[in-house]
């Protein structure tokens, strides 16, 4: 991370859903791959990451923990 500063990127949900935004701190794209900090607006709570595999669990879990994506929702699957 040297001489590198994070650009914060805002992913907006529809408006007045704050369990499913995001605020993300990307601080280096070396090697083809993501590392930064990932902030859930909802909670406040923030993780750092070093991939964007990790990036996207991270995600996903705080969305399962969270209740979303809801039940009318179909998430695709690998078959």
């Known amino acids: 991370m040297t001489g590198?500063?994070?650009?914060?990127?805002?992913i907006n949900p529809p408006p007045g859903n704050k369990?499913?935004?995001f605020i993300l701190k990307i601080y280096s794209g070396e090697n083809?791959?993501?590392?930064?900090?990932?902030?859930?607006?909802g909670s406040g709570q923030s993780r750092t990451f070093r991939s964007a595999g990790?990036?996207?669990k991270l995600i996903h879990e705080k969305?399962?923990?969270?209740?979303?994506?809801?039940?009318?929702c179909r998430l695709r699957t690998w078959q």
Not at 63 to 72: H, I, K, N, R, V
């Open 32 to 41: 083809c791959d993501l590392q930064g900090k990932i902030e859930h607006v």
């Open 54 to 56: 990790e990036l996207i």
């Open 4 to 10: 590198t500063q994070a650009i914060p990127k805002r």
């Open 63 to 72: 969305m399962e923990e969270t209740g979303l994506p809801q039940a009318s």
């Open 19 to 21: 369990n499913a935004s």
